[in-house]
């Protein structure tokens, strides 16, 4: 998942690594860009699983170019938010949601106050903004390759190697090893109880649930951005009718999902990770950057429904 050579723009880039505590006080690692002008929205890109924050450096770097204040960063065991033995063993998919995503919204909305506030989910990344309380200061939601990950969604055979994964692969390994090994796939290990708990999701219907398979969806009500979500048709991690069952989690959001080929976006191939590289045609990160600007700037009762 390495990325190419960055934009043009990243020259007039700044990026500032920060440490920003979790709800638990638990450091999370961070980068701050900035570019020479300031539109007044900041964008909180949420990553994928196992995806580190760097990966997301190109597209960070492009969107400060327009003008974006943009915060990346590293979920608990993941990338440079390291975490002793102990904490790690105890950690839980659901901590992302909970205690990471929330706590960066609360400091980039203290850091940047007259900031209006947007975030970008990548896979994981917009499944889990009904976990955080403070969802509501959304002001728009892009998600790129989000999913419901219960494993019918996918169309066979691929549904049965999703379902091979989450009864099976992600357990095992979890109970052998202690870990996924995720680097074996281009991502990173991730803790067992981590692992554990994706994988329940997976098999249950209600994907993001609590301990006992029922759903949890303790904030979604209160995401009421403007909420575009785009899928590919050549992504076997994000299929469209999964995708599209996303939508389901933000009933009061204002809703779009785009399901595009590479060609529409004069690519060979997206997949589950093309579209952040910094290989990636300009346009397609224009126009998703022209969308945020626009929709941040319409007045509350636009956004919301």
Known sequence: MANDALPSTGARVSAEVVQIPARDGLPLAATVYQGRQDNGVAVQVNPATAVPRRYYDAFARFLAGRGFTVVTYDYRAMGDSVMGAALRDQARFQDWGELDTPAVMDWVTARFPSHRLSVVGHSAGGQMLGLAENASRIQAVLLVGSQHGWWRHWPMPLGLAVAALSYVALPVSAALLGRFPGRAMGAEDLPGGIARQWASWCRNPHYVSDAHGAPLRPYNDRVRARLRLYSFSDD?????????????????????????????????????????????????????????????????????L
Do not use: I
């Open 236 to 304: 076997a991690f994000a299929p469209e009718a999964a995708a599209r069952a996303l939508l389901d989690y933000y009933p009061n959001a204002t809703r779009e999902h785009l399901h595009r080929t590479p060609a529409e976006l004069g690519m060979k191939r997206v997949g589950h990770f093309g579209w952040f590289r910094a290989s990636t045609p300009e346009a397609v990160w224009a126009e998703a950057a022209d969308w945020l600007a626009q929709v941040t700037s319409l007045p509350t009762e636009t956004r919301a």
